[in-house]
């Protein structure tokens, strides 16, 4: 079993499950698990990790970026995707007086050159704005953008939890690789609000974030965890999967091809999402998890 990959644009290749390392502080792992976390994702075909330089409070680039240090044969095995635009009240940023958003070309500059140095590499794979700025001059970020990639610094570029409109003016300056959403059984906007249309419709794959309701599934005293839960370990049974690995592949059925990103730092989840890609659930499998989530039948 090995995790298929997809090519969105710019010659980019990512795995379709993504290792997602937001809570990566909270692992409290050393140097050395770190490396057997990545080993092991490596392994099962997952080679895409997705990070902003916001997460673990301006401090998880940093962890990551020292065990490539450490072991510098990793970098050219994996594709590092990271984010930028929230600027946080951290003792990391003793300039920001409040949380805010900032997409002007410095900052974004300024971002990617301490991401580089961060993760010790000469360049990222993928850079995303991580939420749409109303201030945002979408010439001005596509200027900066291109002239990141003239200087190999980036390879491709993307948005996340941009809305179709915002998408599409972006794209309209300079080609966007993604737009990384949040989706789920228990959040599923995106499918009804045109944003997975248009991405189909271009041939742009989504990055899906919270791909278990942010452990919503998990939750005891809602009922829609539990019908959802029922309904998911019923197909479960029928398939001989585990229950998480019924859910990834409901949202890698979606015809975007979507990319899903993974935010566990035990390695059968990351097992589980990756059997999911060879899984292909069928149309009343699929409508049983979309109406136990939302406790109604289809119109």
């Not at 009240?89 to 580089?116: F, G, M």
Request: aromatic fraction near 8%; charge should be negative; charged fraction near 25%.
């Amino acid at each position: 079993m090995t995790c298929p990959r997809t090519s969105p644009r710019d010659g980019l290749t990512l795995s379709r499950i993504a290792a997602g390392m937001w809570r990566l502080m909270d692992w409290k792992m050393s140097e050395q698990a770190l490396r057997g976390y990545i080993d092991d994702c490596l392994a099962l075909g997952v080679t895409t990790f997705d990070h902003a330089d916001i997460y673990g409070g301006y401090a998880v680039e940093e962890a990551f970026g020292k065990t490539l240090k450490t072991h510098p044969s990793l970098r050219e095995q994996i594709e590092l995707v990271t984010k930028t635009g929230i600027a946080l009240v951290s003792p990391n940023r003793p300039e920001h007086r409040l949380k805010h958003y900032n997409t002007d070309p410095t900052h974004i500059r300024d971002a990617v050159e301490r991401s580089l140095r961060n993760f010790n590499t000469d360049h990222l794979d993928l850079l995303l704005i991580h939420r749409p700025d109303p201030l945002m001059r979408f010439d001005e970020i596509a200027r900066e953008v291109e002239q990141l990639k003239r200087a190999g610094k980036i390879r491709a570029f993307g948005v996340s939890n941009f809305t179709p409109a915002q998408f599409q003016a972006m794209n309209t300056f300079t080609p966007l690789a993604t737009n990384q959403i949040e989706l789920s059984p228990f959040r599923t906007d995106t499918i009804t609000d045109g944003t997975l249309d248009q991405l189909q419709g271009i041939g742009v794959p989504p990055m899906i974030w919270s791909a278990l309701g942010g452990g919503r599934l998990f939750a005891e005293g809602n009922d829609a965890a539990a019908r959802v839960r029922t309904v998911a370990s019923e197909i479960a049974d029928r398939h001989d999967v585990s229950m998480l690995t019924v859910i990834y592949a409901w949202l890698l059925r979606l015809p975007s091809d979507p990319i899903v990103i993974t935010g566990s730092q035990r390695r059968d989840a990351v097992r589980d999402a990756v059997t999911a890609t060879e899984l292909q659930l069928d149309r009343q499998e699929w409508f049983a998890i979309l109406e136990a989530a939302t406790g109604n039948e289809v119109a």
